[in-house]
């Protein structure tokens, strides 16, 4: 093979795997068997062995990792990641509804209730429709650049499907299955097991090697518009399905609640139904939807005061015990 047949090839292949991993990993909708993803992989990965001057930086061999870091880099987020303030029961979401009727006056509410997954925030930057950089949201200013690792996370697109300037914040996360292997495998090897998800994924993000990250079987999930540029959105809702659009991984069980009575309905719904999630959730997070409410609301130091997070309450210890020493 010469290098225009190579260049032909890898164009084709990527085009392949592009298509291909979106479907799987982002609409959880795989439309061609496993091994055949991994065999055009591994077609790609041997030529751009061969010819390793026509490796670029979103191609989709970035998913098995390149060369370990030295270090992290510390980054600043141009706009801070928030936290969020917490509401712990019914009364809590009703103050919160409260609050926000009385910014609102006649303009009439809409809530956006999201699960709130038990992962690491994170934070990603395209410009012209690429992938330039992935951050961890340390402490809300200051994070550490971890893209190499957020690259081989396949749910995360290395290339929009239009060439926006944009900065978008979601939660990387390990689902359950994948936990459950890697703590067996853990076992197996005699080393110490992580304690929970949320854990593991942190872990698997912070470590300097790419590699280990690429075998974690993390995904994500975005949640909000950082910076946006060319596109005017008027609501949260709005911003959702524009991501959605632009390639990124939105949860499907984000509801749009006309009252604070359906967002009650909602978090009574999930405090049962989390337990049959591919993924661990803490939580239910609700938002205004109007951005200019949101405007017009503001934040505290830390915490836009137009969201809250329904926090579920800690399980019976009991059933913990039970399957500790069941071992159900
Ligand atoms: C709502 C927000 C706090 C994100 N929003 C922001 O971080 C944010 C940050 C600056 C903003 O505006 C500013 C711009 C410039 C200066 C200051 C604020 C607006 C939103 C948040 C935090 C955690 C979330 C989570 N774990 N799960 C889900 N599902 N949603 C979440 N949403």
Redesign the pocket.
Known sequence: MDKNQATKQLTELREKLEKYGYHYYVMDTPIVPDQEYDRLLNELLEIEEMFPDLVTDDSPSVRVGGAPLPHFKKVAH???????GNAFNEQDLRDFDRRVRQFAGDTPVAYIC????D?L?VSLTYEDGKLVRGATRGD?TTGEDITNNLKTVSAVPLRLKNQVDLEV???AYMPKRSFEALNNAKKEAGEEPFANPRNAAAGSLRQLDPKIAAKRNLSL?V??I?ELQGKEIDSHYEGLSFLKETGFKV?TE?TRCESIEDVIAYTETWVEKRHDLAYEIDGI?I?VDSLQL?KEM??TAK??R??T?YKFPAEEVVTKLLDIELNI
């Not at 141009?78 to 969020?84: E, F, H, Y």
């Not at 999201?114 to 997954?117: F, S």
């Open positions: 141009q706009i801070p990641m928030m936290s969020l999201e699960l709130k997954i992962g925030a809300g914040r979601g939660e999930y949640y909000s950082g949860n984000t997070v938002k949101q503001g934040f915490s836009p137009w969201a997070a």
